[in-house]
């Protein structure tokens, strides 16, 4: 069964500090990833996409993968009480469907 | 960029009736649409790919008879709950992917979400 998993968190920071969120997925034939951001009854922002090893920044951003170790993660640097919601993670395989990650819910404390 | 939107963004139906929900591209051809579902705390979940011009693929568990697809133009798929119950009732959210960018970054777009309430 093809997987995403994150950790569900909570995860608390203070503001200006760097929150991290970590993601792994099972299907070796994944290319392609997603970081999605989602505000309680809202649909999901796409904040960032990586497709290949290495680290790719934007902005506040970066996300990390490393496909040896079947591993996606995303910085957020000097996070911001905007920045509260929860974060899904994506994996697009073979048949370019998305699957999704539980999600983890940041919150960045004042 | 691209914008998906979603028409009704609420709806409140009695149990047994039919909702039909529409996603349009408003900006770009989608040769593709995507129809999830998200139940509170959790996560979305795959209903169905809808292509167009042709019949949806349902995902395992997805009554195909109750939850209608249908995608008649590069810029439009509905999904239509029929005979909805009150287990039915969740967020429903399609996206779609930009034919443009066939054979390239698999980026979905999202709509707004379509919040079903089944009394």
């Known amino acids: 069964q093809k997987e995403v998993e994150q950790n569900s968190g909570p995860l608390s920071v203070p503001e200006g500090a760097i929150a991290s969120l970590n993601c792994t997925y099972s299907?070796?034939?994944?290319?392609?990833f997603f970081w999605y951001r989602q505000y309680s009854g809202k649909s999901p922002e796409l904040i960032m996409s990586i497709y290949s090893n290495g680290d790719k920044e934007d902005g506040r951003f970066t996300a990390q993968l490393n496909k040896a170790s079947q591993y996606v993660s995303l910085l957020i640097r000097d996070s911001q009480p905007s920045d509260s919601a929860t974060y899904l993670c994506a994996a697009s395989g073979s048949a370019r469907q998305l699957t999704f990650g539980s999600g983890t819910q940041l919150t960045v404390l004042p | 960029g691209a914008v998906v939107s979603q028409h009704p963004s609420w709806v409140i139906c009695k149990s047994g009736t039919s909702v039909k929900i529409e996603c349009r591209s408003l900006?770009?051809?989608?040769?593709?649409m995507f129809w999830y579902r998200q139940f509170p705390k959790q996560s979305l979940m795959l209903m169905a790919t809808s292509n167009e011009g042709s019949k949806a693929t349902y995902e395992q568990g997805v009554e195909k008879d109750k939850f209608l697809i249908n995608h008649a133009s590069l810029t439009l798929s509905t999904l239509t709950v029929t005979s909805a119950h009150p287990e039915d009732s969740s967020f429903y959210i399609c996206s779609a992917r930009d034919r443009s960018l066939a054979g390239g970054p698999e980026e979905q777009y999202f709509g707004p979400g379509t919040r079903l309430t089944v009394t």
């Open positions: 299907d070796r034939v994944s290319q392609s």
């Open positions: 900006d770009f051809q989608a040769t593709t």
